[in-house]
């Protein structure tokens, strides 16, 4: 049975940092892409970020370019999700999730296109 367990939310000021992690147990990580997700209070669930289980090659949602970073540890069965200059717009909860399909050749980035989901952890931005 596939389980991923997020962690590393919290309450930040804006402009703060946060390090997300999900470890991962009953599948081998290295053959799926991995993705992060969020939903805001009345909100419907979208993506945030993606990372491939083949050369690494990552996605993001404009709304978090070049503040979020993706990242992945096969070893670890891990992946993470660096967070910098958070806004409070970033709050909401934060989930990981894999691909549906393993070896996909390209990076999906819609929630139906993954399974197999956390329970999430919660992200908070103050102004």
């Known amino acids: 049975q596939v389980q991923l367990v997020e962690s590393g939310g919290g309450l930040v000021q804006a402009g703060g940092s946060l390090r997300l992690s999900c470890a991962v147990s009953?599948?081998?990580?290295?053959?799926?892409?991995m993705g992060w997700f969020r939903q805001a209070p009345g909100k419907e669930r979208e993506f945030v970020s993606a990372?491939?289980?083949?050369?690494?090659?990552?996605d993001y949602a404009d709304s978090v370019k070049g503040r979020f970073t993706i990242s992945r540890d096969n070893a670890k069965n891990t992946i993470y999700l660096q967070m910098n200059s958070l806004k409070p717009e970033d709050t909401a909860i934060y989930y990981c999730?894999?691909?549906?399909?393993?070896?996909?050749?390209?990076?999906?980035?819609?929630?139906?296109?993954?399974?197999?989901w956390g329970q999430g952890t919660q992200v908070t931005v103050s102004s």
């Open positions: 999730a894999g691909d549906s399909m393993p070896l996909r050749m390209v990076v999906v980035t819609t929630p139906n296109s993954y399974q197999s």
């Open positions: 990372i491939s289980w083949s050369d690494g090659t990552t």
């Open positions: 009953g599948r081998t990580l290295s053959t799926y892409t």
